[in-house]
């Protein structure tokens, strides 16, 4: 079963400003991760957060993660035209083997 | 260097046909998957094999049939397509199977049934 709800579905904004989704789970998890898909691409990934951790930074993604509100978000500061892609969380359910999507936020970035 | 690669990248067939989608990795690592991506963009996992070993199978129709010949490459055949298999498919890999590390995905095939 989808693990992964995102928020919001499609998220439009102006060049320069911040971009953040949210990603919330069901289920306690081993970690999360988020990841990119241009369209007609396949999957990019971004950045990894562990249970045990709280914020991670990579140039300009934060990602924070709070498991006892079983939810994570993606900052991107300062979006360019070449963020437009699609987003997607990913868990590793505590015991699985596997990674479990949401259904992916829709960002576009208007110049 | 394409670290994963599928093949073909588009693949258009009739219901009832038998076809096959070939991913090959040259990362070294230990994981293969496959995954079906649906027209609402949502990603399911089908199967996962660790060192040629089949290790997920997720309820997936036994039309359905992956094979792995060595650890760097993981094949998917379909036996009698049908309309509801159209949709694009994605090959993986990562570093073991333990769900710890990123995953890194292919190109996609764009599977179209008619």
């Known amino acids: 079963s989808q693990q992964g709800e995102e928020d919001p579905q499609a998220l439009s904004i102006q060049e320069g400003e911040n971009a953040t989704m949210n990603c919330s789970y069901k289920?306690?998890?081993?970690?999360l991760q988020w990841y990119r898909q241009n369209s007609g691409r396949g999957l990019v990934h971004l950045i990894l957060i562990r249970s045990n951790e709280r914020e991670k930074h990579s140039g300009r993604l934060r990602v924070t993660l709070d498991t006892s509100k079983k939810s994570s978000s993606l900052l991107i500061t300062a979006s360019r035209a070449a963020d437009t892609a699609s987003y997607f969380c990913a868990t590793t359910p505590q015991g699985a083997q596997k990674l479990v999507f949401g259904q992916g936020t829709r960002l576009t970035i208007n110049p | 260097d394409t670290a994963v690669s599928q093949t073909p990248k588009y693949l258009v067939t009739q219901m009832g046909n038998d076809k096959s989608i070939k991913c090959e990795q040259n990362?070294?690592?230990?994981?293969m998957y496959w995954y079906k991506q649906d027209s609402k963009k949502f990603l399911k996992i089908m199967f996962s094999?660790?060192?040629?070993?089949?290790?997920i199978n997720e309820t997936v129709p036994n039309r359905f049939s992956p094979k792995s010949p060595d650890k760097a490459h993981l094949n998917l055949h379909i036996n009698s397509l049908e309309l509801g298999d159209s949709a694009v498919y994605f090959c993986a890999s990562s570093q073991d199977a333990a769900g710890a590390y990123e995953q890194y995905f292919g190109p996609g095939t764009r599977l179209t049934v008619t």
């Open positions: 289920t306690s998890i081993n970690n």
């Open positions: 094999y660790n060192n040629k070993e089949l290790i």
């Open positions: 990362l070294g690592h230990d994981t």
